[in-house]
């Protein structure tokens, strides 16, 4: 036997036993999946409060970002495959100001709905011409209420197919979250809440939202008391299990709406000038219980960490998941150009082990796309190990991913661009970059 099959062998062999000890690494090398050049010039195709920036229909994948020349653009490409469609549509955005991202997702009939270019600003909002095009329509309306001072769209699907988007209707401190909802049956939009949250005239709420696999839609929020993003407060909560009609507080009391600072439930108290961040992430477990994702820094710390706020069907906790080293403070309005990412999270569990996935980037990990993974909530919700999914650094990238592929296969697709954001609403001077596709799947316990 050569030197060079023994050799192969031993190697096999050594694979086998690490696997049958479960001592495989969780992190397998990712694929990364091109798609053409977008705008980089500030983070506008890459910040976090996309919702979403790319969604998967069936054997189907959609992205939407803007090229060089602000045009909205689509793809499509088949799961599996690297060849994309792509359309350059007619429709451009500001992307001078990162708040003016694009938000797409498909409906239960497969028509892609498209949202973009708003910083309190009128609705841009179309959608294509046919199941499964990337042909958009004329622009139109959704309810004719509310829709000119439209800020931060954002769309979900519920499991029947029908819609929710939601948006800010006003300004930063002094705006209303509206909700409205899709029937597919009548292809209508109607307005469920024309303001959830009442900020009172004097705060409003920066929220994030997921619905779970049950239909439940949850809903988190900071309190925020002026333009001057240091004056965020507190993370919040409320649940819908009736399609966004009434809402409730995690132990099943009922809101009387709109909810306000003295009648929210409170998950987490967090003092003003806490560094703490808006528009972040949550999710749902399988068991529909809500996970939230977010960073601040303690009382006695200059240096914001990665939080997450949990609740495990009892009671509400919370974790620090890093254990970063390099101040920074938030202060003032407008975008800001920040030395770490807002964290996206996914959650797992099965019978035994409830495990969760952080996704971020940070200056000291050389602003790669990394992921913190906590092996079991239960066990250990102190023990995070750290990975990183690229080699690169993506600059100012935020992240997001496909929220329903997630659901179905539990395999992440996340939205990555190298992009730029200067502070406040400038600009840098970098080229167009590639917009790419990271797939990853964590692997399961054996």
Request: glycine share 6%.
């Given at each position: 036997?050569?030197?060079?099959?023994?050799?192969?062998?031993?190697?096999?062999?050594?694979?086998?036993?690490?696997?049958?000890?479960?001592?495989?690494?969780?992190?397998?090398?990712?694929?990364?999946?091109?798609?053409?050049?977008?705008?980089?010039?500030?983070?506008?195709?890459?910040?976090?409060?996309?919702?979403?920036?790319?969604?998967?229909?069936?054997?189907?994948?959609?992205?939407?970002?803007?090229?060089?020349?602000?045009?909205?653009?689509?793809?499509?490409?088949?799961?599996?495959?690297?060849?994309?469609?792509?359309?350059?549509?007619?429709?451009?955005?500001?992307?001078?100001?990162?708040?003016?991202?694009?938000?797409?997702?498909?409906?239960?009939?497969?028509?892609?709905?498209?949202?973009?270019?708003?910083?309190?600003?009128?609705?841009?909002?179309?959608?294509?011409?046919?199941?499964?095009?990337?042909?958009?329509?004329?622009?139109?309306?959704?309810?004719?209420?509310?829709?000119?001072?439209?800020?931060?769209?954002?769309?979900?699907?519920?499991?029947?197919?029908?819609?929710?988007?939601?948006?800010?209707?006003?300004?930063?401190?002094?705006?209303?979250?509206?909700?409205?909802?899709?029937?597919?049956?009548?292809?209508?939009?109607?307005?469920?809440?024309?303001?959830?949250?009442?900020?009172?005239?004097?705060?409003?709420?920066?929220?994030?939202?997921?619905?779970?696999?049950?239909?439940?839609?949850?809903?988190?929020?900071?309190?925020?008391?002026?333009?001057?993003?240091?004056?965020?407060?507190?993370?919040?909560?409320?649940?819908?299990?009736?399609?966004?009609?009434?809402?409730?507080?995690?132990?099943?009391?009922?809101?009387?709406?709109?909810?306000?600072?003295?009648?929210?439930?409170?998950?987490?108290?967090?003092?003003?000038?806490?560094?703490?961040?808006?528009?972040?992430?949550?999710?749902?477990?399988?068991?529909g219980r809500p996970y939230i994702a977010t960073y601040w820094r303690l009382q006695d710390s200059n240096v914001p960490?990665?939080?997450?706020?949990?609740?495990?069907?009892?009671?509400?906790?919370?974790?620090?998941?890093?254990?970063?080293?390099?101040?920074?403070?938030?202060?003032?309005?407008?975008?800001?150009?920040?030395?770490?990412?807002?964290?996206?999270?996914?959650?797992?569990?099965?019978?035994?082990?409830?495990?969760?996935?952080?996704?971020?980037?940070?200056?000291?990990?050389?602003?790669?796309?990394?992921?913190?993974?906590?092996?079991?909530?239960?066990?250990?919700?102190?023990?995070?190990?750290?990975?990183?999914?690229?080699?690169?650094?993506?600059?100012?990238?935020?992240?997001?991913?496909?929220?329903?592929?997630?659901?179905?296969?539990?395999?992440?697709?996340?939205?990555?661009?190298?992009?730029?954001?200067?502070?406040?609403?400038?600009?840098?001077?970098?080229?167009?970059?590639?917009?790419?596709?990271?797939?990853?799947?964590?692997?399961?316990?054996?």
């Amino acid at each position: 036997m050569s030197r060079q099959i023994i050799m192969i062998v031993f190697v096999t062999c050594l694979l086998i036993v690490s696997q049958c000890l479960g001592e495989e690494s969780s992190i397998e090398n990712p694929r990364i999946v091109t798609i053409a050049d977008g705008w980089a010039g500030n983070s506008i195709n890459a910040v976090i409060f996309r919702r979403n920036s790319v969604v998967t229909d069936g054997d189907y994948q959609y992205v939407a970002f803007y090229d060089e020349y602000a045009n909205v653009v689509l793809a499509k490409r088949q799961l599996g495959t690297d060849i994309w469609e792509i359309q350059v549509t007619r429709y451009q955005g500001n992307v001078t100001d990162a708040h003016n991202s694009i938000s797409i997702m498909v409906d239960g009939d497969g028509f892609l709905h498209v949202s973009w270019n708003h910083h309190v600003s009128p609705l841009c909002y179309c959608q294509s011409i046919a199941p499964g095009s990337l042909e958009l329509t004329d622009m139109m309306s959704m309810t004719g209420i509310k829709e000119q001072y439209v800020t931060y769209p954002e769309f979900y699907r519920l499991p029947d197919g029908n819609l929710i988007f939601l948006y800010r209707d006003g300004s930063s401190g002094r705006g209303d979250l509206i909700m409205n909802y899709y029937d597919t049956n009548t292809k209508t939009w109607t307005q469920l809440q024309n303001n959830l949250i009442d900020g009172q005239r004097r705060r409003n709420a920066y929220w994030q939202t997921t619905i779970d696999i049950y239909g439940v839609i949850h809903i988190s929020w900071v309190w925020r008391e002026s333009s001057d993003v240091a004056t965020n407060h507190d993370i919040c909560y409320a649940k819908s299990d009736d399609g966004g009609l009434s809402w409730q507080k995690s132990t099943g009391e009922k809101y009387e709406l709109p909810i306000t600072a003295d009648s929210a439930e409170y998950a987490c108290r967090i003092p003003q000038r806490s560094e703490l961040i808006n528009q972040t992430s949550m999710c749902a477990d399988s068991y529909g219980r809500p996970y939230i994702a977010t960073y601040w820094r303690l009382q006695d710390s200059n240096v914001p960490q990665y939080h997450l706020v949990y609740h495990d069907g009892i009671q509400w906790h919370t974790v620090q998941v890093s254990q970063r080293t390099t101040p920074f403070s938030l202060s003032g309005g407008g975008t800001k150009r920040i030395p770490i990412s807002r964290p996206q999270i996914v959650a797992d569990v099965n019978e035994t082990i409830d495990k969760a996935y952080m996704i971020f980037r940070d200056i000291e990990r050389g602003d790669k796309v990394s992921i913190a993974i906590c092996d079991d909530l239960q066990l250990a919700p102190d023990e995070w190990r750290f990975e990183d999914l690229t080699s690169d650094s993506v600059s100012q990238w935020e992240p997001s991913y496909d929220t329903e592929l997630w659901t179905l296969t539990k395999t992440l697709h996340i939205f990555v661009q190298k992009v730029g954001q200067g502070e406040g609403e400038t600009i840098e001077d970098i080229p167009p970059q590639p917009v790419s596709i990271l797939e990853w799947t964590p692997l399961t316990e054996k």
